[in-house]
């Protein structure tokens, strides 16, 4: 049985949570396992936004605080602390470069920088940012189907907010561009298996 975690970090308003929910959704139309846990302040905008999420191809192990876990998502660096802890050593940590410029302080993390920011903003759409890197994400890890975190992006958008939904297509696609495909696949029947090329490791 194969379990992967995922570590999200960001603030308020970045889109943490709808991102973390669409990948858990996509994750359960493929017949996968979910647990997810968000974890936020009563700060919406600005203040810490957190979720964890595994995915299993069978019952989960997972405790409700994940810890050596597979992958961190980093939107932003104001919460690094909270999860850097909780990941396993040779992690994958998947950030955006334009706004997390800590060292990331994980021994032998995988770790991919996307300048998700600067993707959306390409695309005239700012808001779109956690998805850009969540396009990376997938795009690297193979963890779901583009086209079920699409499918599950057009349940979460509210009504008032279809607008949006374009842009942050877009935005998957473009994140998905952005990095090699399934560099660091998450599961052992990825095509690209063990002979994937394996990211730059941050230096230490």
């Known amino acids: 049985m194969t379990e992967r ?10 889109g943490i949570q709808i991102v973390s929910k ?20 009563g700060v919406m905008r600005g203040g810490k936004t957190n979720a964890e999420l595994t995915v299993g191809d069978g019952s989960l192990r997972a405790l409700p605080v994940a810890t050596g876990a ?11 602390e909270t999860i850097r802890p909780h990941l396993a050593d040779g992690a994958l ?19 991919v920088k996307v300048a998700a920011t600067r993707i959306a903003d390409g695309i005239g759409s700012p808001m ?9 994400y997938i795009a690297l890890t193979g963890l779901v189907r583009p086209e079920s975190v699409a499918a599950a992006m057009e349940q979460l958008i509210p009504a008032y907010r279809r607008q ?5 297509q877009r935005a ?14 998450a599961w052992p029947e990825s095509p690209a298996g063990a002979s994937a090329p394996r990211p730059r490791q941050e230096a230490r």
């Open 22 to 41: 669409a990948l858990a959704m996509a994750a359960v139309s493929e017949d996968r396992t979910v647990l997810l846990v968000p974890r936020y302040g």
């Open 93 to 111: 940590v998947v950030i955006n470069a334009d706004l997390f410029h800590l060292p990331v302080d994980v021994p032998g993390a995988q770790v």
């Open 172 to 185: 998957l696609e473009a994140g998905a561009r952005a990095v090699p495909a399934l560099a660091v696949p």
């Open 128 to 136: 779109s940012a956690g998805f850009a890197l969540l396009g990376a």
């Open 164 to 168: 949006h939904l374009t842009a942050n």
């Open 70 to 80: 597979w992958s961190g998502f980093a939107m932003d660096q104001s919460y690094w």
């Open 5 to 14: 975690e995922v570590l999200f970090t960001g603030v308020g308003g970045q």
